[in-house]
């Protein structure tokens, strides 16, 4: 399963040791954005990578460049219309911040600026009450009385224009390097006291830390794992597809998201909370849905994780109320390219001392957040925490199907199993190493996924997501 976007050609450089004066921890565009903006203002600065840069969530995006999500901004101007307002310029200032980079650096990265179109077949109320908010708020939108859509059938759609898509490898190997990179060394631990981060034989110190791991991967303090799920989503790509003039996001459950690359169209879709698989086969609906404006193949398929947080805002600021110099990027939600880039401007802004207005509006230790989402999030973690690891299996190993993983008695234990198309068992222990929740089998991704925190592993038990920091052991 390999995503549609280029290979980083990204050279890592960086040696592991001594003392550092800013560390970026995480090689995703979040990281990599907040590195270069920070050393472009004389900073130095270091990235440290648990993998490869760029190999994990930044790969596996759809790359919309866009301020729209789902039904955010009416329930958002309900409680305050000028944090609606500023979380909307807060993206839309990023996707010119993209544009200006890409041509004062003259990076070919496909980046096209486009109409997105919102559209919905069952919510028709609500998305009127999105369009007037936005349009008081100041976004240039259009409503569709009769909206035909060329990739979905659709009750009511608006267009946001000023949108954007691009490739974000090809943008990330072309940005300048101002910055040091260490690939290969993943961060176990971190002294938030004497800012020392620790992999699992060695440590280094720092002036200033940025956890930029996609899911923070420090527990305490912070306590991110109560305040955000993750969600996982799926995309697949056609090629010999027609110019479908702009990107889609259905506003219904499936989520829904169409966008052209080239001559290829790109589909994405079907999130559920990792952990939570829908009972079907998510890519080969996918390929069927592209088939609407595509002739040709399924040539690519992928997932990703996303980080939710309850009230829709990512976190951006101080890690702790305590730590003044150890700072976190997560909770970008299903689009999170623009809020990377935003995140990195504010960022950069925080630790350069420089006003930035959105400041309030993402900080991590805001009011307001415990929602019913938040007691949801709660439950569900006390389950699989809880209750699901004095639950037996029902099953024993040599009852599973080829491609099927089960929680099942293994040797006599209870454990995590899966048989690949050979017929070998990869037997792992069936509790997450991030905090100890009941794992679940994704059969569309062929993972271990925690549905508590996100944690996501290969059949092998090797980490594919953070936060965990250690990978499942095998028995």
């Given at each position: 399963m390999k995503s549609y976007w280029a290979e980083p050609q990204i050279k890592a450089e960086g040696i592991f040791s001594g003392e550092k004066d800013i560390v970026v921890v995480g090689g995703g565009i979040a990281g990599l954005i907040t590195a270069f903006k920070l050393a472009e203002s004389g900073k130095k600065v270091t990235v440290i990578e648990a993998d490869r840069v760029l190999g994990g969530v930044t790969a596996n995006t759809t790359a919309h460049i866009d301020c729209m999500e789902s039904f955010i901004y009416a329930d958002m101007a309900k409680k305050c219309f000028e944090k609606a307002k500023d979380f909307f310029f807060f993206q839309q200032e990023a996707i010119q911040e993209y544009e200006k980079l890409i041509k004062q650096y003259n990076i070919d990265c496909d980046f096209v600026k486009v109409d997105s179109y919102f559209y919905t077949s069952t919510e028709k109320d609500k998305l009127i009450d999105e369009f007037n908010t936005l349009k008081d708020i100041g976004a240039e939108v259009e409503f569709d009385e009769n909206p035909h859509l060329p990739v979905d059938v659709a009750a009511a759609a608006f267009k946001l224009k000023n949108q954007a898509i691009f490739d974000p490898v090809k943008f990330l190997n072309a940005l300048p390097k101002n910055f040091e990179i260490i690939e290969n060394t993943r961060i176990t631990d971190i002294d938030f006291k004497r800012k020392i981060l620790y992999t699992k034989e060695d440590k280094i110190s720092a002036d200033k830390i940025i956890i930029a791991t996609n899911f923070p991967i420090i527990n305490f303090p912070g306590w991110y794992?109560?305040?955000?799920?993750?969600?996982?989503?799926?995309?697949?790509?056609?090629?010999?597809?027609?110019?479908?003039?702009?990107?889609?996001?259905?506003?219904?459950?499936?989520?829904?998201?169409?966008?052209?690359?080239?001559?290829?169209?790109?589909?994405?879709?079907?999130?559920?909370?990792?952990?939570?698989?829908?009972?079907?086969?998510?890519?080969?609906?996918?390929?069927?849905?592209?088939?609407?404006?595509?002739?040709?193949?399924?040539?690519?398929?992928?997932?990703?994780?996303?980080?939710?947080?309850?009230?829709?805002?990512?976190?951006?600021?101080?890690?702790?109320?305590?730590?003044?110099?150890?700072?976190v990027i997560t909770g970008f939600g299903k689009l999170g390219m623009a809020k990377a880039m935003a995140s990195a401007m504010l960022i950069s802004d925080l630790i350069n001392d420089v006003p930035n207005k959105y400041k309030k509006i993402c900080n991590p230790h805001r009011r307001g957040q415990c929602t019913w989402g938040f007691f949801k999030n709660l439950l569900c973690t006390i389950k699989n925490l809880l209750i699901m690891p004095f639950v037996p299996p029902f099953r024993c190993a040599r009852s599973l199907k080829s491609g099927e993983g089960k929680i099942v008695f293994y040797k006599g234990v209870k454990s995590a199993v899966y048989k690949d198309e050979e017929g070998k068992l990869h037997a792992l222990s069936p509790y997450c190493a991030h905090l100890g929740c009941q794992l679940k089998f994704n059969p569309d991704a062929k993972t271990w996924d925690c549905p508590c925190h996100g944690s996501r592993f290969d059949i092998d038990g090797n980490?594919?997501?953070?936060?965990?920091?250690?990978?499942?052991?095998?028995r």
């Open positions: 794992f109560l305040r955000m799920y993750k969600s996982h989503s799926y995309a697949v790509a056609l090629d010999k597809a027609q110019d479908i003039k702009g990107t889609y996001l259905n506003a219904d459950e499936s989520g829904l998201t169409f966008r052209n690359h080239k001559e290829d169209v790109i589909v994405g879709g079907y999130d559920h909370r990792s952990g939570r698989p829908y009972k079907c086969r998510s890519f080969n609906r996918l390929c069927e849905i592209g088939k609407r404006v595509a002739d040709g193949h399924c040539t690519h398929r992928w997932s990703a994780n996303d980080c939710i947080t309850f009230d829709d805002l990512p976190y951006v600021g101080y890690y702790s109320k305590c730590s003044k110099d150890v700072f980490i594919i997501t953070a936060p965990t920091v250690k990978n499942q052991e095998r």
